[in-house]
Structure formats: structure tokens, C-alpha cells
């Protein structure tokens, strides 16, 4: 069971928009930035937004962040076939814990 | 180019322990600190904890403290990640981050932005 809950499947067509939504709490993503990775089939995880909406450099501006309140959300517009792969959306967690925590993923499937 | 390059696959016995390192290169080590975070077959991602390269500095996911040691060889910009008493549960791909977390801000305003490889650990009797 994943602090942050996210839907575990997307679609679209080429070209489409899609987003994909993460839901959290106070002590997460209410509180600190929220950042989201891609991971392709069989690679390691890459980072596609930090600070809630920023993209690291070489990272396509089809790619965009939004937070609000305790939930977020990724946005990929003018979808591609390379875009199929996992998407994970994670915020520092400031409850005893303290950690680092991660949604479920989501499997986005471009149709 | 930045890179972090993982030691191979293991194979281990429940109870026994295994150690992963990180070889990093294309930046200062000393000026990040590294993440270690685990992935079990099929499952998300799990954060074990982060080791500041500069000063050894550590902190571990509650989860994981007593059974996690982090630990960095500054003269050969390699970061390593100890975990005891390994479990079936153990078993995953286990990668290392680059972490520009700077204290006292408990985490990194930029995220995890380089990875390694991963390294598969499968716990089997």
C-alpha cells in the first residue's frame, strides 16, 4: 500500500493529452514539493519534474507538473509511443517517519 | 556526463547480508549525496535512506534502521549500501541517486536527478 495514490493505469492516442493524478496528504505533498519519474520497460527511473512543475534540462516541455493542496497531477500532451513506461509521482514525507514516499506508479499505455 | 555505475547481481541466503556500491563520476562527489532506493519485483519504488558524500551524514527510512548501513569511499567516489539479515521480502532491484539534499532541509529541492543502473538482489534459500 502506496502513501500516494495514483490511478495504476493510463491510455491515450498519439497526439493526445493525458494526465495522471496523485493524491496525498497534509504531511506530504500539502507540505513539500512533489516530483514525478519515468521509468521505462527494464531502466532505471528518470526524473521528469522536480519542485512540483520544474522540467530538468532535456526534458521536453510535453511534460508539465501541477500541485494543488494535497493532490497533483502530470500532464503529457501531443502524446508518442516513446511515452509508454511507469510514472511515479513522490514527495518528502514530514510525519515521524520522515521518508522519502512514492505513489503506487501508473502504466501509461499509448494505444 | 554524469554517471553512476552499480556492482553486479547477487544471489543470497535468507540471514545473510549483501552490500551494493555506486561508482559515481562526471561530477564532485563530495558536493551531492546519494539516495539508495529499492524496487521488488512488479512493485514501486521504496527509499532506503541517503549518506552525504561530504560528511558521511546519514539517514535511514525507519523501515530499514538496524538492518542498513550507507557508507562512502570519498577517494574513489563510490558510495555503498549494506543490508543485513536479508529477508524473501529483500529480493529487488536495488539503485543508487544522486541526492543534492543539503541539511538542514530534510530533502533535496531537485529530486533524485542521476541514477545508477540497479542492481538485482534475489533473497532464496
Known amino acids: 500500500q502506496s502513501v500516494l495514490t495514483q490511478p495504476p493505469s493510463a491510455s491515450g492516442t498519439p497526439g493526445q493529452r493525458v494526465t495522471i493524478s496523485c493524491s496525498g496528504s497534509?504531511?506530504?505533498?500539502?507540505?513539500?514539493?512533489v516530483y514525478w519519474y519515468q521509468q521505462l520497460p527494464g531502466t532505471a527511473p528518470k526524473l521528469l519534474i522536480y519542485?512540483?512543475?520544474q522540467r530538468p534540462s532535456g526534458v521536453p516541455d510535453r511534460f508539465s507538473g501541477s500541485k494543488s493542496g494535497t493532490s497533483a497531477s502530470l500532464a503529457i500532451s501531443g502524446l508518442r509511443s516513446e511515452d509508454e513506461a511507469d510514472y511515479y509521482c513522490?514527495?518528502?514525507?514530514?510525519?515521524?517517519?520522515?521518508?522519502?514516499?512514492f505513489g503506487g506508479g501508473t502504466k501509461l499505455t499509448v494505444l | 556526463q554524469v554517471q553512476l555505475v552499480q556492482s553486479g547481481a547477487e544471489v543470497k541466503k535468507p540471514g545473510a547480508s549483501v552490500k551494493v556500491s555506486c561508482k559515481a563520476s562526471?561530477?564532485?562527489?563530495?558536493?551531492?549525496?546519494i539516495s539508495w532506493v529499492r524496487q521488488a519485483p512488479g512493485q514501486g519504488l521504496e527509499w532506503m535512506g541517503w549518506?552525504?558524500?561530504?560528511?558521511?551524514?546519514?539517514n535511514y527510512a525507519q523501515k530499514l534502521q538496524g538492518r542498513v548501513t550507507m557508507t562512502t569511499d570519498t577517494s574513489t567516489s563510490t558510495a555503498y549500501m549494506e543490508l543485513r539479515s536479508l529477508r524473501s521480502d529483500d529480493t529487488a532491484v536495488y539503485y543508487c541517486?544522486?541526492?543534492?539534499?543539503?541539511?538542514?532541509?530534510?530533502?533535496?529541492?531537485?529530486?533524485?536527478?542521476?541514477w545508477g543502473q540497479g542492481t538485482l538482489v534475489t533473497v532464496s534459500s
Open positions: 541517486a544522486r541526492d543534492s539534499r543539503i541539511p538542514p532541509h530534510p530533502y533535496s529541492n531537485y529530486g533524485f536527478d542521476y
Open positions: 562526471g561530477y564532485t562527489f563530495t558536493s551531492y549525496g
Open positions: 549518506i552525504s558524500a561530504y560528511n558521511g551524514n546519514t
Open positions: 497534509s504531511s506530504n505533498i500539502g507540505s513539500n514539493y
Open positions: 519542485r512540483n512543475n
Open positions: 513522490a514527495a518528502w514525507d514530514d510525519s515521524l517517519s520522515a521518508n522519502w514516499v
